[in-house]
C-alpha cells in the first residue's frame, strides 16, 4: 500500500464513522448525537476558559474532571480514568490487553470498533452471535459454556440494537469471571439502561465506560471515562502515559465539569428524548416496522416487506439521515437516532410517503 508504512497498515480494515455532513436542513438521525445541544452552562465554561492560560499545557491527571466525574457517579476520583472520548478510552483498554494470552470475548452485533481496535494492535478475540432476538445470552460469558475468556467487552445497552441487560444480569457475567476483567461500555445507558457503576466497588474486575457524547449531548467535546478498582485504573494510566499524558484540553475540561454540574438540564433533555422514543417507537409500529425494545437513544427497525436500504436512500432524497448496516443479519435494519418531537414528526411523515 505504501513503501514508507509498516505492511500491517495495508491490512487494516478501519472503522467507518458514520456520515457528518453539513447541517442545513438536514434532519441528522445517523449516528446517536443528543437532539438538544449541551447546557447553556457548558458554553459559559467554555468561553471563560477562553483565555491566555491556554498556554500552558492541562493538568495531566485532569483532578477537577475527575472529581466532578466521581460526585456525579458516586466513586472515588482514584477510580475514574478519563479520555478523549470514550473511543479512546476503550482504545487504551484494548491496549491494556495487548498480549494476552487468552482471547478477548464480544458479542456479534456489536459496536463495530472492537474488532477494529483488536485488528490495530493484533489482539485475538472470539465473537458470540446475540440469540435469534438479538439479545445477548448471559450464559455464553460465563466460562462454563465456551470456555475461560481472557476478557470480556460489551455495549449495554448494545448497539447498534438497542437491546439492554438488567444490573443483575451483568452482576452474573462479573461474578462468573473473576480472573478476566469485563468492560460494560455504557455509552447509551442513560436513556433507559442500568448502570453497574455502584457494583465496582464489590468486583475488582469490572470497568464501566461512559462518554459525555450521548447524554450529555457533548459529542463534540470529545470526553468519556471509565470507572473501576485502583487495579484497573492504574493499568489504563500507564497505558496513557505512554501515549498521551494530557488528553483532556483545558476547554474540554471546562465545558465538561459545568455539563456534569447541570443535573437538572441533563436529567429534563434526557427525558426528552425517552419520551420521543417511545413517540417514534409507536409511530414505527403503525406503519408496519418491528421495532426492537430500546433502552438506548435510537431505535433498531425493520419493515417486513420493504428493503431497509431503499428506505434509506428515499429518506436521504427527503434530507432525513439514517443508518443502514451493510451487515449479513442485520441488512434489514435502519437505526435510527431519536431526536426532537419535530424530527421525529418529519421522519414518520416521510416514511408514510415512501412505504
Ligand atoms: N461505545 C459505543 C457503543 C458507541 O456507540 C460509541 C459511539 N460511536 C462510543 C462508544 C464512542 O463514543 P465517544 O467516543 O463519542 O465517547
Given at each position: 500500500m505504501s513503501r514508507f508504512w509498516s505492511p500491517v497498515v495495508g491490512t487494516l480494515s478501519p472503522y467507518v464513522p458514520g456520515e457528518q455532513p453539513k447541517l442545513q436542513n438536514l434532519v441528522k438521525?445517523?449516528?446517536?448525537?443528543?437532539?438538544?445541544?449541551?447546557?447553556?452552562r457548558v458554553l459559559d465554561a467554555i468561553r471563560s476558559a477562553c483565555d491566555d492560560t491556554l498556554k500552558l499545557y492541562p493538568d495531566p491527571s485532569s483532578d477537577r474532571l475527575r472529581q466532578a466525574i466521581a460526585g456525579t457517579v458516586g466513586v472515588?476520583?482514584?477510580?475514574v480514568f478519563v479520555g478523549n472520548g470514550s473511543d479512546e478510552v476503550l482504545a487504551h483498554v484494548f491496549l491494556a490487553l495487548l498480549k494476552h494470552e487468552r482471547p478477548l470475548r464480544f458479542p456479534?452485533?456489536?459496536?463495530?470498533f472492537y474488532p477494529v481496535y483488536c485488528g490495530l494492535y493484533g489482539i485475538q478475540y472470539e465473537t458470540v452471535p446475540l440469540t435469534s432476538d438479538f439479545r445477548i445470552d448471559v450464559d455464553d460469558y460465563l466460562p462454563g459454556s465456551k470456555g475461560q475468556a481472557g476478557a470480556i467487552i460489551f455495549p449495554n445497552p448494545n448497539a447498534p440494537t438497542g437491546r439492554a441487560l438488567s444490573a443483575a444480569e451483568v452482576e452474573r457475567i462479573v461474578a462468573g469471571n473473576p480472573d478476566a476483567v469485563v468492560v460494560v461500555d455504557e455509552a447509551y445507558v442513560d436513556f433507559g439502561g442500568e448502570s453497574v457503576i455502584p457494583l465496582v466497588d464489590s468486583y475488582d474486575n469490572l470497568l464501566v465506560v461512559q462518554t459525555l457524547s450521548k447524554s450529555r449531548s457533548?459529542?463534540?467535546?470529545r470526553v468519556g471515562f471509565a470507572v473501576g478498582s485502583a487495579e484497573l485504573i492504574d493499568g489504563l494510566e500507564r497505558v496513557k502515559n505512554s501515549f498521551?499524558?494530557?488528553?483532556?484540553d483545558r476547554l474540554a475540561s471546562a465545558g465538561a465539569v459545568a455539563a456534569l454540574e447541570d443535573a437538572e438540564y441533563f436529567e429534563r433533555t434526557r427525558q426528552a428524548v425517552i419520551e420521543t422514543r417511545s413517540r417514534m417507537t409507536a409511530g414505527l409500529e403503525s406503519l408496519g416496522f418491528e421495532v426492537l425494545p430500546s433502552a438506548a437513544n435510537f431505535v433498531f427497525a425493520r419493515h417486513p416487506s420493504r428493503d431497509a436500504a431503499g428506505l434509506a436512500a428515499s429518506l436521504r432524497e427527503r434530507s432525513i439521515i439514517v443508518r443502514h448496516f451493510r451487515h449479513?443479519?442485520?441488512?434489514q435494519f435502519l437505526r435510527i437516532t431519536v431526536g426532537t418531537d419535530e424530527q421525529c414528526e418529519l421522519l414518520l411523515k416521510a416514511l408514510a410517503e415512501v412505504l
Open positions: 438521525l445517523n449516528t446517536n448525537e443528543h437532539p438538544y445541544g449541551p447546557s447553556p472515588q476520583p482514584g477510580q456479534d452485533i456489536t459496536y463495530s457533548l459529542a463534540g467535546l498521551n499524558s494530557y488528553p483532556i449479513e443479519r442485520i441488512d
